[in-house]
């Protein structure tokens, strides 16, 4: 989910990703923005996010935020997982996605803190975090580099990271049907189904296409502070779930 301020993406492909740009966008595809997503996905996204708790548990006790959050499907996920000394946050800079998951999280009697916040400025205190995760947002943030650096400097040292995100299959022939679905199918019924003018989910191929993976993630996240970076692909690599340990103050 999107987290962004008025700056432009200096990306070769040219996507947009100023504030106001990803913020209108993803408040206007709000209201189908989960079914539209179980659509496309096919509902597998649901296991990529099962995966994610089991590789990254909850602490026992402590704080986790989920950052990007959306209408909080992680942090459901995680509430789900976690046990009463468990705090859970969840950001996001679009309102009506969070409205969202206010009313997921009353439905499933899940206690869990929503808050309006920038990914790049967030208004939490330094170490205040056990565990930190993002699901399909990380992408969207203006700066990679600035809100991997503020969940670094939200966590706790010893504390882990979680990104789950889109990838591209390394296998030619998965890759090859993976991107003509991806190009051609998925944002005509993405669009279609979501009702939207804002062409949401051409924007959603386009992003993934030109997001950093593999090593070039994974050297974004040990410059923003992380140690340990394990990658574990999903789904033939269509999805990526990496996860990384906070360095201590020794380095």
């Known amino acids: 989910m999107p987290h962004t301020v008025d700056t432009i993406d200096q990306s070769p492909c040219g996507v947009d990703k100023t504030g106001s740009k990803v913020r209108g966008m993803f408040a206007e595809i709000a209201p189908r923005y989960d079914l539209v997503n179980r659509m496309l996905s096919g509902g597998i996204d649901v296991w990529w996010r099962h995966v994610t708790v089991s590789r990254a ?6 704080a986790i935020l989920d950052v990007c959050t959306g209408t909080g499907d992680l942090a459901l996920a995680y509430a789900h997982k976690s046990g009463p000394d468990v705090r ?71 504390g882990r990271l979680a990104i789950l995100e889109f990838s591209l299959p390394a296998n030619p022939l998965i890759r090859a049907g993976y991107l003509w679905y991806f190009r051609r199918v998925l944002p005509w019924i993405g669009n279609t189904v979501a009702r939207n003018a804002s062409d949401a989910y051409s924007y959603l191929n386009k992003s993934v296409e030109e997001f950093p993976t593999g090593e070039r993630l994974a ?28 360095r201590g103050s020794d380095g």
């Open 57 to 62: 548990p909850p602490p026992p006790h402590g």
């Open 88 to 158: 859970i946050v969840a950001s996001d800079f679009c309102r009506p996605m969070l409205d969202r998951g206010v009313e997921k999280s009353a439905r499933a009697g899940r206690s869990i803190e929503w808050v309006e916040a920038d990914a790049m400025a967030l208004p939490f205190p330094d170490a205040a975090f056990d565990l930190v995760t993002v699901a399909f947002g990380l992408r969207n943030i203006a700066d990679t580099g600035r809100g991997l650096a503020e969940m670094a400097r939200v966590l706790k040292p010893g």
């Open 219 to 246: 050297a974004l996240v040990r410059t923003a502070g992380f140690a340990g970076v394990e990658m574990v692909p999903l789904t033939f690599g269509i999805a990526t779930l990496s996860i990384a340990t906070r």
